[in-house]
Nanobody, 126 residues
Framework: QVQLVESGGGLVQAGDSLRLSCAAS????????MGWFRQAPGKEREFVAA????????VYADSVKGRFTISRDNAKNTVYLQMNSMKPEDTAVYYC???????????????????WGQGTQVTVSS
C-alpha cells in the first residue's frame, strides 16, 4: 500500500515562499506520475501541478504558473512543490497524489490518481 506524507506547510505572509514535500513509502516512486492539488475552505479540491515519472514534463494550473515549481527526486522518493510570491488565495490544504504506471495522462483531474496523502495546511496572510 502506497503511503504519501506531505510536510512543509505553515503560515506565511503574502509574497513569501514555502516548499512542500511529499514523501512516498513502500513504493518505487519512479513508477508513479505525481501531482499536487489543493482545497480551500468551502471550495472543491483543485489541481495545482503535476510531474511525469522522470520529471521531464510538468503541467501547472494557470493560477500558479510562473510562481510554483513542481519537482521530484526519485532517489529520495520525494516530490516537491516550491511556492514563491505567495498570495492569500493560495491558502488551502495541499495534497499530493500518485498514479501508478506509464499510461499517458494529463494529470490534471482527481480521478486520474490512485493514492492521496492526508494534506498539509498552507495559510497566507495579507
Amino acid at each position: 500500500q502506497v503511503q504519501l506524507v506531505e510536510s512543509g506547510g505553515g503560515l506565511v505572509q503574502a509574497g513569501d515562499s514555502l516548499r512542500l514535500s511529499c514523501a512516498a513509502s513502500r513504493v518505487t516512486l519512479s513508477s508513479y506520475f505525481m501531482g499536487w492539488f489543493r482545497q480551500a475552505p468551502g471550495k472543491e479540491r483543485e489541481f495545482v501541478a503535476a510531474i511525469s515519472w522522470s520529471g521531464g514534463s510538468t503541467v501547472y494550473a494557470d493560477s500558479v504558473k510562473g510562481r510554483f515549481t513542481i519537482s521530484r527526486d526519485n532517489a529520495k522518493n520525494t516530490v516537491y512543490l516550491q511556492m514563491n510570491s505567495m498570495k492569500p488565495e493560495d491558502t488551502a490544504v495541499y495534497y499530493c497524489a500518485a498514479r501508478y504506471g506509464f499510461a499517458v495522462v494529463a494529470g490534471t483531474t482527481e480521478n486520474e490518481y490512485d493514492y492521496w496523502g492526508q494534506g498539509t495546511q498552507v495559510t497566507v496572510s495579507s
